[in-house]
């Protein structure tokens, strides 16, 4: 009946909602990851990296659009996994190669 096909659309978008609402909640996390993750970058601009990631997060802190604030969380947790590839190198070592997880 039109009555269960209301109650289950209800559901759907509240649970779509969650799911939005959990992403955004767990934003300032994936940030602080990123930013200790970031630490470990080898690279001689690695303090203007983080600081770009920094002045990134805060330009879209305030983004409302669910779409494109999803789509800038994939993106970040994508940066994220590439960042931890570096965390368990050897500083000292001569030879650095970087594999995926």
């Not at 990123?34 to 805060?58: C, M, T, V, W």
């Not at 030879?95 to 997880?101: C, K, L, Q, R, S």
Request: proline share 3%; charged share 30%; glycine share 2%.
């Amino acid at each position: 009946s039109s009555r269960v096909l209301w109650t289950l659309a209800v559901t759907q978008l509240k649970n779509v909602f969650e799911t939005q609402m959990s992403d955004i909640r767990n934003i300032p996390r994936l940030y602080r990851q990123i930013l200790k993750a970031a630490r470990f970058y080898p690279s001689k601009n690695r303090d203007r990296i983080i600081q770009g990631i920094k002045e990134e997060f805060h330009k879209n802190a305030t983004q409302a659009d669910p779409k494109k604030v999803q789509r800038m969380r994939e993106e970040a947790a994508g940066g994220l996994e590439r960042l931890m590839q570096y965390v368990k190198l050897d500083k000292n070592a001569s030879d650095w190669t970087v594999t995926a997880f």
